[in-house]
């Protein structure tokens, strides 16, 4: 029998969005991943983290006449 455990804090990400425009909303969003979990946690663990730090840019639109609309988000790594 294998257990495998994988408890504990992962990857912090931290984001921010801004718009530019609204109606229809348009904006910008900026987003880092700081490696803060475990990416080597020994036998019979399983990993919180990538132990990587990642930088993410992105472009967003959405448009929401009423109660329906649509999202769109752009980004890269």
Known sequence: TYTFDGLGNGDMLLWLKT??????WF????AVKLATGDDN???DKL???TGQTDLD?????????EKMGFLCDISGD
């Open 57 to 65: 840019m992105g472009l967003f639109f959405s448009c929401f006449p």
């Open 47 to 49: 990993p919180t983290g």
């Open 27 to 30: 904006g910008i969003r900026t």
């Open 19 to 24: 718009s530019v425009t609204k109606m229809p």
């Open 41 to 43: 946690p020994g036998a």
